[in-house]
């Protein structure tokens, strides 16, 4: 290459920028990363230095995705997904026989739903405070609702509404959380069947739904479960009432107007026709009164499922209306029960609606009309407390620990308005990027919140980020409010759908295993009957079916081989026999598009048809340990009848000097196992459970080398190198792994500050 005069000055410019970023004071990276002030605040706000942990865990809807996304406040680092509605292979989700049967609950009429539309998840209350136990979420295009264990963070449960088309107001839990809300959203026929759009008035309804949740059990209960028929008016989203207002849930809906569209007919469209009036309806039940004329018999069966109608809810007196804002699009009940926020969306109000002042309408039947199906009208004026303008498209609303404070998402104007609901008066704008719609406080819908931060749910992301093409991700903006004004502190962008609704809970409240108890099915929670124990691991053949039942541990799975025939029904159960926090293994056989994520202590199993002839391997798919790759085996799929010709063993050549040496190595390694022990137990080790645990695991793994270093010396004493090295290579293998967890332990114990007591 010539070097000319350009090149030089380039190749220095290149030396002097690669200097500078070399610069280690705070000074100098301010100056060469072109930081302001309070760029490096926000930084210095959100940054959680490596190996600490978020004060507090988001569980955010996935969108289209139909999974939930866990990450961390204030660093906004992803943790998981939590696959619900959609497979997700890493987990095994759809991929291992356990999980497939939670996504065949979902089908709808019979048929597989492989994806979901979630919006709103929920963490379950005790008193109206979250406990952290279990997570709710709902599927707007396929009427579902899921139950998430928060024991281990996978999907237990899938349920879907007999009665909907599609909804949207769900999930949302009641204070104790007896039942889980869902409303319908579209207005259709609730039977299954075809009704023409003239109908509509008459035969097509909404509805909300109460599911009952038990909560021994961690499960729906479908049949003690109940809707309210309610007239066709789009009803939106709900929430339950708390303290004062127990026992009372409210909806909001936005097409009241009751049009069906039709452009194609020369109609107005949907959008004309659904927002011709200045109000819709906000509806007010009581639904634990409605709960027991259920038990009274007064509901109706349609597709089986409980369905309370109109007009008996209106005679019992548990069903009423009240006039609010065009195109509502949110429905909060305040921390302390005594209020209902509903924003319209078509309008720059938002309104404050006192539970008070609507029972007081209620008892003295001060009613300002009917609709057309006879629900009781309260007047607007009766109900209201406040009204408030806030700005263009106010959506949702989220409260503060300080009192009386709310936030409410404002989305024309791509704001935060901050606004005291007690005075009526906002206190504060920011604005964000771009056209907010939920927007979530920590614990933020419970009746105590937990202030601090707020993440403001934005559905585009126009220029925020690194262009990817023309689907940009979504973005997720954490604001500071712990001060009078608001300020912004960082952009997150999220690339897995549109994540309407988040919850967010405080970090120390969730209480996650790190291992199962041997042979659990996780999705039932119950003993696996495909679980088996080290050493019993066998394969059962029968006519046209193999069932194999297996075992995981580093760096094997037992067995190393499964020949089959062609044509059989092949189960493959195994269970991780590891007790380590973080030793998953995976399983997956080429080419049968089956997975499973086999953490500790669970029982997985796999099925497939040995429909083609072949060799297949199989693996863990986990880098599990420094012999992965070795967890390997084989899966033979021979013809039908095939008749094996003798043939000889294979061969190595192996000799004295080969075991003499590894067997060296294996005295050389229990040395350091003997000193690691020792200093462990020099110490108030049984102070640490993490501790005590891996103490627990290494002594596991020592346990299981024992019949190897036997058989090690067995076939030494009939001289037969070859066997006695690879045995003594077998008892390495887990002394390796148990000085590999006590040197971690010994780590821990170091860093951690234990004492020496002996
Ligand atoms: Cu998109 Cu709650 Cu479904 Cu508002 S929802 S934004
Ligand atoms: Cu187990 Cu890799």
């Not at 009641?174 to 259709?188: L, R, S």
């Not at 109940?226 to 008016?233: A, C, R």
């Not at 604001?479 to 120390?508: F, N, T």
Request: glycine fraction near 8%.
């Amino acid at each position: 290459m010539k070097l000319d005069g350009r090149t030089l000055v380039a190749a220095g410019l290149a030396f002097v920028a690669a200097d500078a970023l070399a610069a280690d004071t705070l000074q100098d990276v301010i100056k060469q990363r072109g930081l302001t002030q309070q760029d490096v605040l926000s930084a210095a706000k959100t940054y959680v230095p490596t190996g600490k942990r978020d004060e507090f865990i988001t569980f955010s809807s996935g969108g289209q995705s139909g999974s939930v996304i866990v990450y961390g406040v204030p660093s906004m680092r992803i943790l998981k997904y939590i696959a619900v509605f959609t497979p997700e292979p890493w987990q095994g989700y759809g991929f291992d026989e356990e999980s497939k049967k939670v996504l065949k609950d979902g089908n709808i009429a019979g048929r597989e739903i492989t994806w979901g539309d979630t919006h709103h998840p929920a963490i379950s209350e005790t008193n109206g405070a979250y406990d952290g136990q279990f997570l709710f979420i709902n599927d707007k295009a396929n009427p579902r609702i899921a139950v998430i264990d928060l024991r281990d963070f996978e999907t237990k449960q899938i349920i879907t509404n007999p009665v909907y088309k599609n909804e949207h107001g769900g999930a949302f839990v009641t204070p104790n959380t007896d039942w889980v809300i869902e409303a319908a959203q579209y207005a259709a026929p609730l039977e299954n069947g075809y009704f023409p759009l003239e109908q509509f008035n008459e035969k097509y309804r909404g509805g909300v739904t109460y599911w009952k949740f038990d909560r021994a059990k961690g499960r729906i209960v479908g049949d003690q479960s109940f809707s309210f028929e309610l007239p066709p008016y789009s009803q939106d989203l709900s929430d339950a009432g708390k303290g004062p207002s127990d026992g009372w849930a409210f909806t909001n809906s936005f097409c009241s107007e009751r049009y069906v569209g039709g452009i194609e007919l020369g109609r107005p469209p949907f959008e004309a026709g659904c927002s011709a009036k200045d109000t819709d309806f906000l509806h007010v039940m009581n639904y634990k009164k409605a709960a027991e004329l259920v038990k009274a018999g007064k509901a109706k069966k349609i597709n089986g499922h409980n369905v309370l109608p109109m007009d008996v809810a209106v005679k019992e007196g548990v069903l009423f209306l009240v006039p609010e804002p065009k195109s509502p699009h949110g429905c909060d009940v305040t921390p302390d029960g005594k209020s209902i926020i509903v924003s319209g969306k078509l309008d720059t109000h938002t309104m404050v609606y006192s539970f008070e002042k609507i029972q007081a309408a209620i008892k003295a039947g001060k009613f300002e009309g009917k609709d057309p199906y006879g629900i009781p009208i309260i007047s607007m004026k009766d109900a209201l407390d406040k009204m408030v303008e806030i700005g263009l498209g106010p959506l949702h609303t989220q409260f503060d620990s300080k009192p009386c404070t709310a936030y409410t998402s404002v989305y024309v104007d791509s704001q935060v308005a901050k606004w005291d609901y007690c005075q009526g008066k906002v206190l504060d704008k920011l604005s964000v990027h771009y056209n907010i719609g939920h927007l979530m406080t920590m614990e933020g819908d419970s009746v105590n919140p937990k202030g601090h931060y707020l993440v403001a749910l934005n559905k585009l992301a126009i220029d925020r980020f690194n262009p990817v093409g023309p689907l940009h991700p979504q973005n997720h903006q954490l604001i500071d409010i712990s001060g009078d004004k608001m300020q912004l502190l960082y952009d997150m962008p999220l690339p897995l759908g549109e994540p309407h609704y988040a919850v967010a809970i405080k970090a120390d409240m969730l209480k996650p295993g790190v291992r199962y108890k041997v042979g659990t099915n996780s999705r039932t929670d119950e003993k696996h009957p495909g679980m088996v124990r080290a050493g019993e691991e066998k394969i059962v053949r029968s006519p046209g079916k193999v069932e194999v039942f297996g075992t995981l541990i580093r760096s094997h799975i037992t067995p190393e081989i499964i020949e089959v025939e062609k044509g059989d029904e092949v189960t493959i159960n195994l269970t991780n026999l590891e007790r380590a926090e973080d030793e998953t293994h995976g399983f997956t056989i080429s080419g049968m598009n089956v997975h499973a994520s086999v953490e500790p202590g669970k029982t997985v199993s796999v099925k497939l048809k040995a429909d083609r002839e072949g060799v297949f391997p199989y693996y863990c798919t986990e880098f599990c340990s420094a012999l992965h790759l070795e967890m390997q085996g084989y899966f033979l799929v021979k013809p039908k009848g095939y008749k094996a010709a003798a043939a000889a063993a294979q061969k190595a050549d192996y000799t004295q000097a080969d075991y003499e040496k590894q067997k060296k190595t294996c005295i050389d390694t229990q040395a350091v196992i003997d000193s690691v022990v020792g200093y462990i137990t020099s110490t108030n080790f049984k102070d640490f459970p993490e501790v005590v645990a891996m103490v627990e695991d290494a002594t596991e793994q020592l346990k299981a080398a024992e019949p190897y270093k036997a058989k090690m010396e067995e076939a030494a004493k009939k001289q037969d190198w070859q066997n006695a090295t690879l045995w003594a290579g077998q008892w390495w293998q887990y002394q390796v792994k148990a000085a590999d967890i006590g040197l971690r332990a010994k780590t821990y114990l170091e860093q951690n500050g234990a004492k020496k007591v002996k």
